[in-house]
Structures are given as structure tokens and as C-alpha cells.
């Protein structure tokens, strides 16, 4: 069978800066019968592994290092044998999550990582973190985009490591000059396009965070 993309939600908490918040996060398995790669693994390594199934897990790729995105990694790495891939700007992030574990790759802006036939390619997307970055797979038409694009605007850039410009110029060089029927496939809540967000660029501008 071809390759295709499942959604998973998992629920846990975000911490940083000393606040903690209730958090509900979008788990991608891009894959086929046969094998398949995991996008933030987040909260509940038993149920990503279980949803996983009896495929191989080829790779745990981290849009970016916040604790709600990564905190189940190490585990779900350890009960597949899968490898656990992160840029490498986010790795003062990761240290607040895994101090005794690293990742056990970099990623780099421009490399693809394969899944089954799906073709991943990396683009580093700083702003909501230093090492965010957003997966694009042009022959599914899709775009995953962490925390950097949601529905409705640019991720979150009021908390340490983060930078409103920065995203702003992420999301307007890297993301919205994507096709505008690209299908943005989120870090939490519902999907959205590039086009319907491309609209609002100007707005979130003049907004500010």
C-alpha cells in the first residue's frame, strides 16, 4: 500500500518559563504497511508505538524542542530502536527535557528523509524556537509545520528562545511561498492551507506579539 499520513492526539503539559499548561498535540506517522517515521513524539510513547503498530519505525523527527513536542522520544525510540532526529540550534531546549539523552541526529536545512516513499524535506523555520523546522512533502501536497503555521497565524513568540521577526520571516520565505493549495498539517489543533493563511500575513504583522 502507499504511503499515507496519520494523525494521532495525545494529551499532556507544556512547561516553560515556569508556567505549565494543559496541552492536546497533533502525533504524525507518515508510512506505508511496512514502515514509517513518527513527527513529535509527544506525551504517551506506548500509544504512538501501539498506533505504530507492527512497522518499523525508521525515525522520530522533532519539529522543534519544546518539553510537549519531544518528552516521549527517548522512550518510543527506546521501544522501537527508532532514530531520534532534531536540529541542532534547539539542543538548549532539548536540555531542559533530556539532560542524560541526546538526539541521536542533526537535521539540516534542505535534507529529505525518507518514509516509505515519502520524501520529507527539511526546512529550517526559526522563530518559535531556534531549531523549529517544518516538513514538506511536495507529492503528498503537504506542508508539517510544528508550531510554526496554525490555523489562524504564527505560533507563540512571547517565551525565552523565541522571536516574533523571526517567524515572521519564516513563515513569509519559507512557508508562504509554498503552493497555496499546500495542506498545512499542524503541531496542535485542526489543519488549515497556505493560501487561506497567506491572506493574513499583513494582519499578523500590523498585530505584533
Partial sequence: MAARIERLVTSGQFT??????????????????????VIDAAHDAEAIAAAVGDRRLTAIVCTHAHNDHVNAAPALADLTGATIWLHG???????????NRDPDEHLVDGQVIEAAGADLKVLHTPGHAPG??????????????????????????????????????SIRDRLLTLPPETKVLTGHGDPTTI??????????????H
Fill in 89 to 99: 540550534d534547539d539542543l538548549p531546549l532539548w536540555k531542559m527535557t533530556h539532560p
Fill in 16 to 37: 516553560l518559563d515556569g508556567g505549565t499548561w494543559d496541552v492536546d498535540n497533533n502525533v504524525w506517522i507518515v508510512g506505508d504497511d511496512h514502515e514509517a517515521v
Fill in 195 to 208: 493560501g487561506a493563511e497567506a491572506l493574513h500575513l499583513e494582519e499578523w504583522i500590523a498585530r505584533g
Fill in 132 to 169: 523549529a523546522i517544518c516538513l514538506y512533502d511536495p507529492g503528498f501536497g503537504v506542508v508539517f509545520t510544528g508550531d510554526t503555521l496554525f490555523q489562524g497565524g504564527p505560533g507563540a513568540t512571547g517565551r525565552s528562545y523565541s522571536h516574533f521577526p523571526t517567524i515572521i520571516d
